[in-house]
């Protein structure tokens, strides 16, 4: 099993641009999450899906979009991008929601600069 | 709404010295409670967990005990290694919301020989 896996690693971009973080995951998990990381913030939630077709804003959602069409995918996409949105990008999963405790799963990020 | 304070950082220790590193929480319900290590430069891997009161969650010498009465899940190691240096974050859930986890703010150890 590849696990979580993001692409890409590393990306830069100029402001107003768009662009779409790629994640997927081979465990048949139905949850997926993106989260940011920020110096001194911890890691903050921008969006999460409990299946496929069924997505909702967390925390933090201004500025990005998802759709989750199959249970493995989860792209996040930036719509016009700004230089508050330079961070790193976490997509996690994990499964049923109705056992306790269950873990996520993290990927191993996105590093985003937006000039 | 549910929040994990930690302990700030960075916490700079020897070889072999024991290592505290203090979590509290606020949470609605019956909490999960995780710790996630980030080594540099990669994700969060869980470390440990509990998922009831008085439960002690245990990996690679890493031990911590889940104290609903003080509301703290304090991350301990007896004898810490050059390789344990990395970022520590303690996380909760809860009423069954495993897509989403509140994190504290994350303590950073170094390890010196």
């Known amino acids: 099993n590849a696990g979580v896996t993001q692409t890409p690693k590393f990306q830069v971009l100029k402001t107003g641009q768009s662009m779409t973080l790629q994640c997927a995951q081979d465990m048949n998990h139905e949850y997926m999450s993106w989260y940011r990381q920020d110096p001194g913030m911890g890691l903050r939630l921008i969006h999460y899906?409990?299946?496929?077709?069924?997505?909702d804003q967390g925390e933090v959602p201004n500025g990005y979009n998802v759709s989750r069409s199959t249970t493995e995918d989860f792209p996040l996409r930036l719509l016009s991008a700004a230089p508050s949105q330079t961070s790193v990008y976490f997509c996690?999963?994990?499964?049923?929601?109705?056992?306790?405790?269950?873990?996520?799963?993290f990927g191993p990020g996105t590093r985003l600069t937006v000039l | 709404g549910n929040s994990v304070t930690q302990m700030e950082g960075p916490v700079t220790l020897s070889e072999e010295a024991f290592l505290t590193i203090n979590c509290t929480y606020t949470a609605t319900g019956y909490p999960s409670l995780f710790w996630y290590v980030q080594y540099p430069g990669e994700g969060l891997q869980l470390l440990l967990k509990?998922?009831?009161?008085?439960d002690k969650g245990s990996n690679k010498g890493f031990e911590a005990t889940y104290r609903k009465e003080t509301t703290s899940f304090h991350l301990e190691k007896g004898s810490v290694q050059v390789s344990d240096s990395a970022v520590y974050f303690c996380?909760?859930?809860?009423?069954?919301?495993?897509?989403?986890?509140?994190f504290g703010k994350g303590t950073l150890l170094t390890v010196n020989p």
């Open positions: 509990a998922t009831k009161a008085d």
């Open positions: 996380a909760l859930n809860s009423g069954g919301s495993n897509y989403k986890l509140t």
């Open positions: 899906s409990v299946g496929a077709g069924i997505t």
């Open positions: 996690a999963s994990s499964g049923s929601g109705r056992a306790v405790g269950n873990e996520q799963f």
